[in-house]
C-alpha cells in the first residue's frame, strides 16, 4: 500500500538559512522570535512553509506522537528516528533536538555522545537539555565540543516528579532567584539560547535584561524574545486538558474525526470509490484478458 504523492502549491518565500548568529542579531534587533516543535516530515513541512524561524524536535513526541504517559521513556533511537524526518522537511529553519531523560544527566561523556548522534545521525544544528545545576557542566562540555546548546530552566518535564508535578515554578522568590542563577550559569557555560516554562511574567521580565542569548518562552508572558508552542495544542490535534499557556490557532481534531466518520460511510454505503477515482483498461485489451482468463478455465485441470 502505498500513500498519494502530494506536491505542494503553497507560496514559499526563499529565505536566508537561521543561524545562532542571525537568531542573536534578531533579539539584539527587538524583533521577536517564532519557534514551534515538529516531530515527522508533514509538520517540518509546514513549519518550514509557514517561515518561522526555529523547530524542535521536543521529546514531548513521547506524549503527543507515541502515546506515552510522559516524557521520560522516550528513547535515543525513536527521537533520532524523529529528527531525521523533520531534518527532510526543512531547509531555512533552525532545527534544534531535545536530548531524551537518560541521554546526558550521568556525565559529560554521555552528554558529548549523545548531542554528536544528533548532530551526525539527524542534522541537528543545536541539542536542548532541561535543568540547571550538574546540566551546567553538561552544556559546557557539549558546547566545547563544537555543538551549540539551549538550556531549558522552569517547568522541565523530565524532571517534573522532583518539581512536585507538571507545574509552574519560580512562584517563589528563592526559586525565582535560583532560576535566575541557572540562566546566567548556562549563559556562561556557551549556551547559544534559553527556554523558559511555565514561570510568572514578572519574573521573566526581571531576568530578560540581564540576558544576552535569545530567550524563548512558553508561559512565561511576553518579555522573551520569542515564543515556542506544541504542535499539536497550536493545531488543536488532541482532546483533554491542555496548559494554561496554550492558544490553539485552530480545532483540527474535530475535523480530522469528521472526515474519517464521513469516508467511513461512503466506503459502507458504497459511495466511495466513484467512477473517477479508478484507473481503466483499453477496450481491446480488457478483451484480451476476458479471453486469457477463459483459457485458463477452461484448460485440464483448472
Same mark, same amino acid.
Given at each position: ?7 505542494? &502549491?503553497? =507560496?514559499?518565500? &526563499? ?21 514551534? =516543535? ?7 513541512? +509546514? ?8 523547530? !524542535? ?5 513521547? %506524549?503527543? +506522537?507515541?502515546?506515552?504517559?510522559? =516524557?521520560?521513556?522516550? =528513547?535515543?533511537?525513536?527521537? *533520532? ?8 522537511? *526543512?531547509? #531555512?529553519?533552525?532545527?534544534?533536538? &531535545? ?34 545545576? *550538574?546540566?551546567?557542566? $553538561?552544556?559546557?562540555? @557539549?558546547?566545547?565540543?563544537? @555543538?551549540?546548546?539551549?538550556?531549558? !530552566? ?18 517563589? #522568590? ?21 527556554? *523558559? ?15 544576552? @542569548?535569545?530567550?524563548?518562552? @512558553? ?42 466518520? %464521513?469516508?467511513?460511510?461512503?466506503? $459502507? ?13 483499453? #477496450? ?19
Amino acid at each position: 500500500m502505498s500513500a498519494s504523492p502530494r506536491t505542494s &502549491d503553497a =507560496t514559499v518565500v &526563499d529565505r536566508a538559512p537561521v543561524t545562532v548568529t542571525s537568531l542573536l542579531e534578531q533579539k539584539r534587533q527587538g524583533r521577536k522570535i517564532a519557534m514551534v =516543535t515538529a516531530y515527522d516530515h508533514p509538520s517540518a513541512v +509546514v513549519a518550514e512553509q509557514a517561515g518561522v524561524e526555529m523547530v !524542535l524536535v521536543g521529546d514531548s513526541a513521547a %506524549t503527543t +506522537v507515541l502515546g506515552l504517559d510522559s =516524557t521520560v521513556p522516550v =528513547t535515543m533511537d525513536e527521537m *533520532l528516528m524523529l529528527s531525521r524526518a523533520v531534518r527532510r522537511g *526543512l531547509k #531555512a529553519t533552525f532545527m534544534i533536538c &531535545d536530548l531524551p531523560f537518560g541521554a546526558y544527566e550521568a556525565s559529560d561523556l554521555d552528554a558529548v555522545r549523545s548531542a554528536q548522534r544528533f548532530v551526525k545521525e539527524a542534522g541537528a544544528q543545536a541539542v536542548k537539555l532541561e535543568g540547571g545545576d *550538574l546540566m551546567v557542566d $553538561r552544556a559546557r562540555a @557539549i558546547v566545547r565540543a563544537g @555543538i551549540p546548546v539551549v538550556g531549558h !530552566l522552569g517547568l522541565t518535564p523530565q524532571t517534573a516528579n522532583a518539581l512536585g508535578g507538571l507545574r509552574a515554578q519560580g512562584k517563589s #522568590a528563592e526559586q525565582a532567584v535560583r532560576m535566575v542563577q541557572d540562566a546566567l550559569a548556562l549563559q556562561e557555560a556557551g549556551c547559544c539560547a534559553l527556554v *523558559l516554562e511555565a514561570i510568572p511574567a514578572a519574573v521573566a521580565e526581571e531576568l530578560m535584561p540581564l540576558l544576552e @542569548i535569545p530567550v524563548i518562552g @512558553i508561559g512565561a508572558g511576553a518579555s522573551t524574545d520569542g515564543q515556542v508552542l506544541v504542535w499539536h495544542d497550536l493545531l488543536g490535534l488532541l482532546e483533554g486538558h491542555t496548559a494554561k499557556f496554550v492558544k490553539p490557532y485552530a480545532a483540527l481534531h474535530g475535523e480530522m474525526v469528521a472526515a474519517v466518520r %464521513t469516508y467511513a460511510d461512503e466506503v $459502507r454505503e458504497g459511495v466511495f470509490p466513484a467512477r473517477e477515482h479508478t484507473y481503466v483498461i483499453a #477496450a481491446d485489451e480488457l478483451g484480451r484478458f476476458q479471453g486469457a482468463l477463459a483459457q485458463l478455465h477452461d484448460a485440464p485441470g483448472a
